[in-house]
DNA sequence: CTGAAAGCGCTTACAG
DNA sequence: CTGAAAGCGCTTACAG
């Protein structure tokens, strides 16, 4: 009975102090300033419970992404956040340890929570567990789910473009002999980065031995060993792509312990740009991620959906190549 | 009115579908039958707004940090965050960016969420702004602040015990002649780990010249900076502590391009334990900061904070050395 | 421009 | 063992 001890203090009623502190419209002035002074003298803070209950919301979206300890994650968390707290809406967070049972799990405490909306932000999905989420009535969105990207909201990230990009920057510096470290193809996003990878191949008329496509774990100690099968090849690639970043870093380490310079021996481009690219040695040339503008779409198109019907769509993100210090002009062309 | 459609085709009152809810012992088995069957089959889920309404509480705990894109913190969010799901706490979760500022609105922001309970897991923090949260009747607790160890519950981690693992260890190996790489004496937390680290020289009866603290900046580029220092010290010490991780991590590189080979020439321990320091070549040996144990102390005493009046306390947590492969038996040793 | 009152969907003494 | 009813603290048509 919180608000009606203002109200008494300042000599209103409870409905006048709802006003005043929804910022009503039509409120006399000295009348506002009464209550204002009054809410602050007494410390008031509105109970979030009562107020949400009436109003038949939380202000509380849900963001779900696979891995907190994937270096990938904390950029998107960060600014789904930010754009969320500008608008007085707080977000619970949860992973899903790349499980899907979890993820089931994740999603019902939300519902349960009664979440207004959920990001679910990683590679796998179960489409069961969407169903059910949507049909108690709460909104979601998801990341790069191309099979139901006419379903649900989607936000897509064009993988094929990013590649073309670091294709033509290996191109200019005359590489033609491109290896490529893959990630395990049953994992959603290791698969699509591979195709996406191959369609840009495609696109500059390229064609990569299957040899110097090399099998990694998308962690370090994959790309290392990835990078090790690669080094063995002969002849062996001028150039290699990681389909991630923490790939690329292991096949870095890789690199150096077989005495092979990066970039002047092989050149070296990964994926995503997490923060750890920039601090290895040399950093890493990367095509970066735009996990910032997923994070808006994501939390736009939540806000949408709460209100229409509609699913939205948009042409897919564009991943922009950043070039660091791990390329350079192919050995082979050196010579010439 | 979603309960009372659940107590109408289950032809009990609503105070009967609550307590079949709330596993309240005293109800008839075949009553407890009928409506769990009801639920199920209506696919009811309470409204949270109106059970928490009811008792007064959320069910939702703050978690405040100081940056996401520091990898101390993903391992502390996650602990954190499990436990608390195990309980059927959410978690909502914020950082502030090393901004006083910001941790005002930040706790603000909590505080009108109505949370249970705030775990305010930053180096830097300030007394105004927890008196004030308190006062409104919110539980803290803290982590490392010795000054309000007395009067908030305060997380606390026994940093000199830490670095005299590590002290041992390199004495052992015969190292007499250790560097340390500190951070800006303004953050709290470097501060803290500085006179930690010198707290356990003394215990071992070491000196360390002054030339061989170097200044960092707790990050990759500032350790990288703080050991080309070192390096260029006459003589310089065989072995080197980095006050975190990632100042360690950006030695690492700045003794490789030194041509300084870890650990053959120079030993190298650094502080946290983070997932970086297992993915650095070679890997790096560090004094693992505890924090699934804070996360679990944070999160008890929040509980029992609830509850009773007084402050909890108990000694400080322990961190410990994982030897990897950064130190060996120190060169003018191996030379006799 | 402001107030009286209903009602959001639960839980919990109280009564039987 | 179960139900009728009050009440948690707000917001919002409705009336004036």
Not at 275 to 291: D, E, G
Request: charged fraction near 25%; aromatic fraction near 6%; include cysteine.
């Amino acid at each position: 009975m919180d608000i009606l001890k203002v109200a008494r203090r300042a000599r209103v009623s409870t409905a006048t102090v709802s006003r005043a502190i929804n910022r009503f419209p039509g409120i006399r002035p000295k009348t506002l300033a009464r209550v204002q002074k009054t809410i602050a003298e007494l410390n008031y803070i509105p109970n979030p419970n009562a107020r949400n209950l009436r109003i038949g919301r939380t202000r509380l979206y849900g963001l779900i992404v696979s891995d907190v300890n994937n270096p990938f994650f904390p950029e998107l968390i960060d600014a789904f956040e930010a754009l969320a707290g500008a608008q007085g809406i707080d977000v619970i967070f949860t992973h899903t340890n790349y499980d899907r049972e979890r993820l089931r799990k994740c999603m019902r405490r939300m519902v349960e929570r009664g979440v207004d909306g959920i990001a679910v932000m990683t590679s796998e999905v179960d489409e069961e567990v969407l169903q059910q989420t949507v049909k108690s009535g709460v909104p979601i969105v998801l990341m790069n789910q191309q099979k139901l990207a006419s379903v649900y909201p989607n936000v897509q990230v064009d993988y094929t473009a990013g590649f073309r990009e670091a294709l033509d920057h290996l191109l200019e510096f005359g590489h033609r002999d491109i290896g490529f470290i893959t990630g395990p193809q049953t994992l959603n996003s290791a698969r699509r980065r591979q195709s996406a990878f191959q369609a840009a191949l495609r696109a500059h008329g390229l064609h990569v031995r299957s040899e110097w496509i090399a099998l990694g774990d998308m962690r370090v100690e994959g790309g290392h060993a990835a990078m090790k099968t690669l080094l063995a090849c002969s002849p062996r690639p001028t150039a290699v792509l990681a389909a991630n970043d923490l790939m690329a870093v292991g096949a870095l380490q890789a690199a150096g312990e077989a005495k092979i310079h990066v970039p002047r021996d092989l050149s070296l481009i990964g994926f995503d740009d997490i923060p750890i690219a920039n601090m290895v040695h040399p950093p890493l040339t990367t095509i970066r991620h735009p996990r910032d503008e997923v994070a808006a779409r994501a939390f736009a198109w939540l806000q949408q959906t709460q209100q229409h019907k509609e699913t939205p769509t948009a042409p897919a993100l564009q991943p922009h190549l950043v070039i660091r210090k791990t390329t350079a002009v192919a050995p082979e062309r050196r010579k010439a």
